[in-house]
């Protein structure tokens, strides 16, 4: 099976940038996206194709994949950002696959 | 726009069958996947299965002998099936539209319904 790693937290300050990893197998080889997730609320896409983001998410996030690491950059992090966020891609065998989701926390 | 909105029991008996409907408006079920996941209270996201438009479906590996998504064009809905489930099923379910770019990997869910807790109880 195919498995995507998240830190499980990750804190920043507000105004300051914000970086969450997912990492995989080869995983800048496939597609990854992102969604973030506030507390009794769906998920939200924020990223999708790596780096693309799908109209009215703010500029500040952005996304990047190359090697075995995705990466999720928020830009002048805002409290209300304050969320989970999770990572998502394709693999052959096991089809869809999540991270195990990061908590950030905006300190 | 694209709208989701679950449906179904909210307390399951262990053993018995989860079954869950997503109606689907401002769009028609007959384009694109649709799909399933599910999150445990306090855990992270499961992706549980698709189907797709012509009616074909594919499933998480790890639940594939339990479950099964099926659909009703006329009613533009689509269901989930959970058969004999156990204190561990015991989450909120989603229902979304997947998109999937075709022949490169990349897709990704779009949006989603609100979700549904189920929770599996004598």
């Known amino acids: ?107 | 726009q694209v709208q989701l909105q679950e449906s179904g029991p909210g307390l399951v008996k262990p053993s018995e069958t989860l079954s869950l409907t997503c109606t689907v408006s401002g769009g028609s079920i007959s384009s694109y996947y649709w799909s399933w996941i599910r999150q445990p209270p306090g855990k992270g996201l499961e992706w549980i299965g698709y189907i797709y438009h012509s009616g074909s479906t594919n499933y998480n590996p790890s639940l594939k002998s339990r479950v099964t998504i099926s659909r009703d064009t006329s009613k533009n809905q689509f269901s989930l099936k959970v058969r004999s489930v156990t204190a561990a099923d015991t989450a909120v379910y989603y229902c979304a539209k997947f998109i999937a770019v075709a022949g490169t990997g990349s897709n990704w869910f779009d949006p989603w319904g609100q979700g549904t807790l189920v929770t599996v109880s004598s």
């Open chain 1, 1 to 107: 099976s195919y498995d995507l790693t998240q830190p499980p937290s990750v804190s920043v300050s507000p105004g300051q940038t914000a970086s969450i990893t997912c990492s995989g197998d080869k995983l800048g080889d496939k597609y990854a996206c992102w969604y973030q997730q506030k507390p009794g609320q769906s998920p939200v896409l924020i990223i999708y194709q790596n780096n693309k983001r799908p109209s009215g998410i703010p500029e500040r996030f952005s996304g990047s994949n190359s090697g075995n690491t995705a990466t999720l950059t928020i830009s002048g992090t805002q409290a209300m950002d304050e969320a989970d966020y999770y990572c998502q891609a394709w693999d052959s065998s096991t089809a869809v696959v999540f991270g195990g989701g990061t908590k950030l926390t905006v300190l």
